[in-house]
């Protein structure tokens, strides 16, 4: 079955830090970018970081660089985002997402920067 | 920043009805403009790439449309399982890509 499971969402306090991880499963992890897309309770979407199939190149926006940061196993198919030094504003549910375009041996199909398969998402609330 | 800016914000209407759902950005974004709809409790699901392309398992009533600063999702004849939120995304100008608002799509 192709999909997500993200883990490591919590309760924390402002400056703490939490882990999230993303274990994907039916389909080949090592041939895709992903990303961490997050949405505060009742908001809309807001992108978060950005890791390329080889791990090479990585992206954040402006809000959580210098705190968070994304990496990835090829070899266990999985995907993590540290964050560190939370603020309330943080709080959200956080998704792992599929990036559209496929790389297999250096050769890649399809645009990329869209997201064509969501987690389920791990809940994450940074409260005083 | 490109700003995405959707509406209506909510949309009334019956099944079998036809949505329309429009998308406006404050700059050019080509054609490179996804759509998605989500359902309480779910992740986001892409329905649209590239303005006008459904992706895989996508029902045919699902239609995107537009270029540059404008676009249109239409859906041509309202289902049950339809009545969700929708929201744009534009990849233009990555890695500073950006989402809509939304616009719910509710039972009349």
């Known amino acids: 079955q192709v999909q997500l499971v993200e883990s490591g969402g919590g309760v924390v306090h402002p400056g703490m830090s939490l882990r999230l991880s993303c274990v994907a499963s039916?389909?080949?992890?090592?041939?895709?970018?992903m990303h961490w897309v997050r949405q505060s309770p009742g908001q809309g979407l807001d992108w978060v970081s950005y890791i390329y199939y080889d791990g090479k190149n990585i992206y954040y926006t402006d809000s959580v660089k210098g705190r968070f940061t994304i990496s990835r196993d090829n070899s266990n198919s999985t995907l993590f985002l540290q964050m560190n030094s939370l603020r309330v504003e943080d709080t959200a549910i956080y998704y792992c997402?599929?990036?559209?375009?496929?790389?297999?041996?250096?050769?890649?199909?399809?645009?990329?920067?869209?997201?064509?398969?969501w987690g389920r998402g791990t809940l994450v609330t940074v409260t005083s | 920043d490109i700003v995405l800016t959707q509406s209506p914000a909510t949309l009334s209407l019956s099944p079998g009805e036809r949505a329309t759902l429009s998308c406006r950005a404050s700059q050019s974004v080509n054609i490179y403009l996804a759509w998605y709809q989500q359902k309480p409790g779910q992740a986001p699901r892409l329905l649209i790439y590239?303005?006008?392309n459904r992706a895989p398992g996508i029902p045919a009533r699902f239609s995107g449309s537009g270029s540059g600063t404008d676009f249109t999702l239409t859906i041509s004849s309202l289902e049950p399982e339809d009545f969700a939120v929708y929201y744009c995304q534009q990849r233009d100008n990555w890695p500073a890509l950006s989402f809509g608002g939304g616009t719910k799509v509710e039972i009349k």
């Open positions: 039916g389909f080949t992890f090592s041939s895709h970018a």
């Open positions: 590239d303005a006008s």
């Open positions: 997402v599929r990036d559209r375009r496929y790389c297999l041996n250096g050769v890649c199909q399809g645009r990329g920067w869209y997201f064509d398969l």
